[in-house]
């Protein structure tokens, strides 16, 4: 089970960070990543860390958002800074595994809102 957090209403530059709690699984084994998918798009890539953790962020994101695990705690969070209206969507959070370049996703969580709007 994957348990996503820290979405709300935020200014176009204010920041804002998701957290996503997972259970039931080997947290330390998986990769996790991040996605969104905003109103009428489909669901997109927006960053990923590997168990030993390796990152990869979409280009739209890099620079603006970090993302980052606590094995301790089977928590991966998402950092995301300098937003814009675009960022707009609804952010889940995925427990999958990676392969090279390649993310296969697995177990996915509740999404949770993000809205950046003035």
């Known amino acids: 089970q994957l348990q996503a957090s820290g979405g709300g209403l935020v200014q176009p530059g204010g920041s804002l960070r998701l957290s996503c709690a997972a259970s039931?699984?080997?947290?330390?084994?998986?990769?996790m990543s991040w996605y969104r998918q905003a109103p009428g798009n489909q669901r997109e890539l927006v960053a990923t860390?590997?168990?030993?953790?390796?990152?990869n962020y979409k280009d739209s994101v890099k620079g603006r958002f970090t993302i980052s695990r606590d094995n301790a705690s089977n928590t991966v969070y998402l950092q995301m800074n300098s937003l814009k209206p675009d960022d707009t969507a609804v952010y889940y959070c995925?427990?999958?595994?990676?392969?090279?370049?390649?993310?296969?996703?697995?177990?996915w969580g509740q999404g949770t809102q993000v809205t950046v709007s003035s």
């Open positions: 995925n427990a999958g595994i990676s392969r090279g370049s390649y993310y296969y996703p697995g177990y």
């Open positions: 039931g699984i080997i947290f330390s084994r998986k990769s």
């Open positions: 860390i590997t168990s030993g953790g390796n990152t």
